[in-house]
């Protein structure tokens, strides 16, 4: 079974800092990508950042310069930085993976954390 389990949300005042990791186990023999998307109550899910297997990121404009994403495609780990904060974060945050076991692709998504954050 291959599974994507998440870390690190909490609750964090406004201009603070949290970092969350992922981590992917079973059967995964390949990765392609790995990323975070957060859904915030109402709202519908959204790309936050993508870390490619070519090395390269991209991110939603709304995280660009406060939010950071590392990801280590040999370990199936990734991990989001995120600094400054803002109400307008909050929201459900999940992880996904992008790749192949040995026999078909998938696409794995995380149970979800949720970051609130608020004075």
């Known amino acids: 079974q291959v599974q994507l389990v998440e870390s690190g949300g909490g609750l964090v005042q406004p201009g603070g800092s949290l970092r969350l990791s992922c981590a992917g186990s079973?059967?995964?023999?390949?990765?392609?990508?790995m990323g975070w998307y957060r859904q915030a109550p109402g709202k519908q899910r959204e790309l936050v950042a993508n870390a490619f297997s070519d090395g390269t990121t991209n991110y939603a404009d709304s995280v660009k310069g406060r939010f950071t994403i590392s990801s280590d495609n040999a370990k199936k780990t990734v991990v989001l930085q995120m600094n400054n904060l803002k109400a307008e974060d909050t929201a459900v945050y999940y992880c996904?993976?992008?790749?192949?076991?040995?026999?078909?692709?998938?696409?794995?998504w995380g149970q979800g954390t949720l970051v609130t954050v608020s004075s």
């Open positions: 079973g059967s995964i023999f390949t990765v392609t990508a």
């Open positions: 996904t993976l992008t790749g192949a076991t040995r026999s078909k692709p998938v696409v794995l």
